[in-house]
């Protein structure tokens, strides 16, 4: 058979459809707050819609958040640590989360399924990445909660109390359990709020936290939108927040947090320089670009949104970047040949669509693939800009979509110099054969997460984070625990 | 032999190791405990935050470049400088009221805190840091950094033994500092720049603002190229709104114990820096 010129088809064949089937979950009509052990209607009787991005299809009302109900939960939260898991040996309460993560691990499948509905991520992530992920993360710190006197050698260590989390809409189980399982490890209860476009795998998770008989009331979650985040920032019974979500409402969190003196951890937005030098194995080198910004539609953080090409191999990369990107299987996220799904909601389907038009008038080189998008839902194209220049918005601003913007080095100090002109400072990633390149370059990034020769890796055990105005604190590892424990005051370690 | 009629010193700013009048030509009147004036010291204004803030910039990489072997060597000279000037710290001490007993102790513990953190500079990676087993054939490590540069509010109590546990954490990983102090403690900040311009220590890496911390500190909340700041001897009436200021590009702020020792007060003013890197053939 004579190779074609159909990108999708080298040899004339096309891929069969392979959806994932969704008999595998249920979801409700109207699901309520989850407030000390129960689903509760909220104070208002207000709910708000959840749809299928990829289908725009109507999939469940949802509580909507006030004031009351983050009060409420507050208080559910207060009682069980001042009750049952406040008194509870580390121990016992590593039993729980163990049992929380063999809960996601047998119910992966459904978790995954419900996840690509809710949020139009391909199936092959939510399966692959976000549900195995999320059960090691309950593993990883079920681990830590009997050894906390291990973690911070010289250091009598105790929990906040209850904890404020809000998380966003990209991994919306995952960065669910990267915040409560150290925060549950550590004994503190928790308050969690859960994005307004995503909700139903952490609410699913409320579920799973019933099965496992959780103490009532560790575990609070309130759905809704900006209003009930505030409100749980405002509240004052909160006595530790963690947040993961946009530059901009982190600061303003921090505002708040850093007058009432609230310990206070964010993950915030990124830039991230993506720095491939002549000398890396170049084949590996685009499939690590691409995903690092292609990967579940560039709604990634840490997303490798700044392609820093070094200029001798500058056009043949970006062509051979070109021909790759016209392979990437965009549609139907629920199919498992599925590269690139849908965008999460259509503001920020709004929001990449006028990034791109700025990118456009400022005066890029837009290239996108020829792909057909589907009717319904919320679609954008792989996108990449060449003759970018510093000055541009795509260049300096995160767009959080499939969009990558192209510029060239000639020397490695350049690179360092151009990936480091930003704000942000959430990772970064090189590509090299060099050794001592890669580590040279590793000192000299100001960014929390460094990938040589690989992106987009994750790992309980693995510190994630940034510098500058990407946040502070890390999750992950033995430094994750930290943000959710306080010296205490009646045990003081050594020193001079 | 005529007398020997005393040449009083100067209190001056100690910016990029110089040591300037403040540009404004503003001064304070400092008194001893007893009510006598030591000197009209220099009142640091905005635009002295500003060039401390510019000194302690360029002076962060040469500094956070340098092996952590020789920080450790340069925190130990100052305590070796200190050392041999016991005798002016302690009459420091007792001008502002200390008994000579309880200067004596305090200028013993200032010297032996900088003997500690010295160690500290080439021991924190192995406290702070980690190797992380991920999954999947990665090497993988975190290692601390530094943040940048720091603005210190210097506490008034312990007035020189605080100071300078404020300072060495920040400095021992390769921070840079600029000190905010003024009132009592005044005397002890030009004292301790004196050592600070006499120990190896870079220009740059210690800056010394004597004022009002109430007046420095909204200024510093509110810079963009201040990476921290530390409250830890903030004045009782800062205003929220200027803390809040600190959001503007999302400074770490940290509060202490203003005599406490601890690697962990050195992790206050660091970040962590993780490194993923394939396994293969």
Redesign the interface.
């Known amino acids: 058979m004579a190779p074609t010129d159909n990108p999708h088809k080298p040899f004339g064949i096309d891929y069969a459809p392979a959806p994932e089937s969704t008999a595998v979950v249920n979801i409700a009509d109207t699901y309520g707050h989850f407030i000390n052990g129960d689903f509760v209607e909220p104070s208002s009787g207000a709910t708000f819609p959840t749809v299928n991005p990829a289908t725009e299809t109507h999939l469940a009302n949802i509580a909507d958040g006030s004031a009351e109900d983050v009060d409420r939960a507050v208080t559910a939260a207060r009682g069980a640590f001042e009750g049952p898991w406040g008194q509870m040996p580390g121990s016992e309460r590593g039993r729980y989360l163990f049992r929380i993560a063999r809960q996601l691990q047998e119910r992966s499948r459904e978790f995954a399924v419900l996840e690509t509905l809710d949020g139009g991520k391909p199936i092959r992530e939510s399966r692959d990445l976000d549900l195995p992920l999320s059960a090691a993360w309950f593993f990883y710190y079920a681990g830590w909660a009997d050894k906390l006197e291990y973690a911070f050698p010289n250091r009598a260590v105790a929990p906040h109390g209850v904890a404020g989390q809000i998380v966003p809409w990209n991994f919306p189980l995952m960065m669910a359990a990267w915040k409560l399982a150290p925060a549950l490890a550590a004994g503190n209860t928790v308050v969690l709020k859960p994005a307004e476009t995503t909700p139903l795998t952490a609410l699913l998770l409320a579920d799973v936290l019933q099965d496992i008989d959780l103490p009532p009331g560790v575990v609070n979650i309130v759905t809704g939108a900006g209003a009930t985040g505030a409100a749980i920032v405002d509240n004052r019974g909160i006595d530790k927040l963690a947040f993961t979500g946009s530059t901009e409402v982190g600061k303003a969190i921090q505002r708040v947090a850093s007058t009432r003196r609230i310990p206070l951890t964010l993950e915030l937005g990124g830039k991230a320089a993506h720095i491939v030098f002549e000398d890396s194995a170049v084949d590996q080198a685009v499939e690590g670009v691409v995903t690092g910004i292609y990967s579940n539609q560039g709604h990634v953080c840490c997303a490798g949104s700044r392609l820093l090409v070094e200029e001798s191999i500058a056009d043949s990369f970006v062509e051979r970047l070109r021909r790759r990107i016209s392979t990437l299987r965009l549609g139907d996220p629920l199919d498992k040949n599925t590269d690139v799904g849908a965008i999460n909601s259509a503001d920020q389907l709004q929001r990449i669509t006028d990034m791109v038009a700025t990118g456009v008038s400022e005066g890029a080189d837009l290239f996108q693939p020829e792909c057909d998008l589907p009717d319904k839902g919320y679609w954008f194209p792989p996108s990449v800009f060449t003759g970018v220049q510093q000055s541009h918005t795509v260049a300096r601003e995160e767009i959080l979509g499939p969009v990558l913007t192209v510029q060239t080095f000639r020397t490695a100090e350049e690179a360092v110099e151009k990936a480091n002109n930003t704000p942000y400072g959430l990772s970064a990633g090189i590509w090299t054969e060099k050794g001592s390149k890669i580590l040279w370059m590793t000192e000299k990034l100001r960014a929390g997460v460094v990938w040589a020769n690989t992106y987009n890796r994750f790992d309980p055990a693995s510190p994630f984070g940034g510098y500058k105005e990407s946040g502070f604190g890390r999750e992950g590892g033995m430094h994750g625990l930290a943000p959710y424990l306080h010296e205490r005051a009646d045990v003081t370690g050594g020193g001079a | 032999m005529a007398e020997h009629i005393p040449v009083d010193k100067t209190f001056k700013l100690f910016i990029g190791g110089a040591f300037p009048r403040s540009e404004s030509g503003r001064t304070f009147q400092v008194h001893s405990a007893d009510g006598g004036l030591l000197a009209n010291a220099a009142k640091a204004s905005r635009k002295d935050l500003r060039e401390a803030v510019r000194a302690a910039r360029s002076a962060q990489t040469g500094w956070a470049d340098r092996t952590a072997y020789n920080r450790g060597q340069v925190l130990y000279r100052v305590a070796e400088i200190m050392e041999s000037r016991r005798a002016e710290f302690t009459s420091v001490l007792t001008d502002m009221g200390h008994s000579p007993g309880d200067a004596t102790a305090e200028v013993d513990?200032s010297i032996?805190?900088w003997?500690?953190?010295a160690g500290w500079a080439d021991k924190l990676h192995h406290?702070l840091g980690?190797v992380?087993?991920?999954?999947?054939p990665?090497f993988?490590f975190?290692f601390p950094e530094p943040t940048g540069v720091v603005v210190v509010a210097a506490p008034d109590d312990p007035p020189l033994l605080g100071m300078l546990s404020r300072i060495a954490p920040v400095i021992v990983s390769g921070n840079t500092a600029v000190v905010a102090t003024g009132g009592p403690s005044t005397l002890a900040a030009v004292t301790l720049a004196e050592v600070l311009a006499t120990s190896d220590v870079p220009g740059g890496v210690v800056n010394i603002l004597t004022g009002e911390k109430g007046e420095l500190l909204p200024w510093a909340l509110g810079h963009m190229d201040v990476?921290s700041v530390d409250l830890t001897g903030a004045p009782d009436g800062l205003e929220?709104e200027a803390?809040?200021a600190?959001?503007?590009?999302?400074k770490?702020?940290v509060?202490a114990?203003p005599a406490?020792?601890?690697p962990?007060m050195i992790g206050d003013f660091l970040?962590?820096?993780?490194?993923?890197?394939?396994i293969g053939r």
Request: hydrophobic share 35%; no cysteine.
């Open positions: 513990r032996d805190r003997v500690w953190y406290v980690t992380n087993p991920v999954v999947g990665y993988n975190t990476n929220d803390v809040a600190a959001a503007d590009n999302v770490r702020i509060r114990d406490g020792a601890s962990y970040e962590m820096k993780t490194v993923w890197h394939p």
